[in-house]
Structures are given as structure tokens and as C-alpha cells.
């Protein structure tokens, strides 16, 4: 089991800055990549950020340049920093983790309880 709890929204003006924080608990271990998605109001969930075990990481067509994600190992923690912020931009925000378990035949995913990211003059 895998335990994510998130931090860091709010509203902010178009061209401001938040950082979102993800904390992670229980097997740790057992991740191999943890990822950002946002979703909005009758709208599907949508991949922002990506990283994984091997750092490597990739991004949203619609916020490279502009958005950062990335790990504190010792803290168990993963961010993103999202500068230049857009109205488009407003949208729930949700924490994801993938695990893969000895014997298991497919990854478990979890996720945190989103935080509201709004983007408003």
C-alpha cells in the first residue's frame, strides 16, 4: 500500500507561481514512477508531468517550459513547481503513483485526494 497526501494549492494570478507537494508512505519501495494530473470540470483527467525511478521525466505539451516536476527522496516527496501560470491552467490537481509488487502481474496505481489549483485576476 502506497499513501499519498498533497499541499500547495490555492489561487493565484495569471503569471504567478505555486508549488504542489506530494508526500508519500507506506512501500515506497514498490514505486517505479510517480506523476501530476489535473482535471477539470466534465473534462477527462489528463497526464501534466511524469517522473520516474530513473529520474527521467516528460511533460504536457501545454506546460513544458513552464511547469517542473521532481523528487526529495529523503523526504519521500515529489513537487511541482509551476511558474507562469495560466487561467487554463485552474483545475484540480492530483497526485499519482505508480507500484510494481514482487509477483504481481500488473502495476497497482495510486492517487491523492487533489488540490485546487485556480488561476484568476
Known amino acids: 500500500q502506497v499513501q499519498l497526501v498533497e499541499s500547495g494549492g490555492g489561487l493565484v494570478q495569471p503569471g504567478g507561481s505555486l508549488r504542489l507537494s506530494c508526500a508519500a508512505s507506506g512501500n515506497i519501495d514498490t514505486i517505479v514512477a510517480t506523476a501530476w494530473y489535473r482535471q477539470t470540470p466534465g473534462r477527462q483527467r489528463e497526464l501534466v508531468a511524469r517522473i520516474t525511478s530513473g529520474e527521467s521525466t516528460n511533460y504536457a505539451d501545454s506546460v513544458k517550459g513552464r511547469f517542473t516536476i521532481s523528487r526529495d527522496n529523503a523526504k519521500n516527496t515529489m513537487y511541482l513547481q509551476m511558474n507562469s501560470l495560466k487561467p487554463e491552467d485552474t483545475a484540480i490537481y492530483y497526485c499519482?503513483?505508480?507500484?510494481?509488487?514482487?509477483?504481481?502481474?500488473?502495476?497497482?496505481?495510486?492517487w491523492g485526494q487533489g488540490t485546487q489549483v485556480t488561476v484568476s485576476s
Open positions: 499519482n503513483a505508480e507500484s510494481r509488487y514482487r509477483f504481481a502481474i500488473r502495476p497497482t496505481t495510486y
